[in-house]
Nanobody, 121 residues
Framework: QVQLVESGGGLVQPGGSLRLSCAAS????????MGWYRQAPGKERELVAR???????NYADSVKGRFTVSRDNAKKAVYLQMNSLKTEDTAVYYC???????????????WGQGTQVTVSS
């Protein structure tokens, strides 16, 4: 069994910063890509940022230059540093990871429960 647990969401004023964290636990053999998606009310879930096992990153155009994704392989964790936050960044943010467990020979997709980020004055 694999779990992804997120933390770090909350309420922040426009222009402020937040740091999201996500840690994977369970019977994990290997983790490849990790990242973050978000879903605003009435909108589809969208990719925010992701990072491969080798450290390559890519970002949604709307967050480039403001958000930074990173990972700590030893801790099986991924982070999202969000700076210069805008009201349009308000959404539920979901951690995502492609994980191979000790019970499988292929990578599966796993999701966290989501954490609310609200940007408002």
């Amino acid at each position: 069994q694999v779990q992804l647990v997120e933390s770090g969401g909350g309420l922040v004023q426009p222009g402020g910063s937040l740091r999201l964290s996500c840690a994977a636990s369970g019977s994990i053999r290997s983790i490849s890509t990790m990242g973050w998606y978000r879903q605003a009310p009435g909108k589809e879930r969208e990719l925010v940022a992701r990072i491969t096992g080798g450290g390559d990153t890519n970002y949604a155009d709307s967050v480039k230059g403001r958000f930074t994704v990173s990972r700590d392989n030893a801790k099986k964790a991924v982070y999202l540093q969000m700076n210069s936050l805008k009201t349009e960044d308000t959404a539920v943010y979901y951690c995502y990871a492609r994980i191979m467990t000790w019970l499988t020979t292929a990578y599966g997709e796993y999701w966290g429960q989501g954490t609310q980020v609200t940007v408002s004055s």
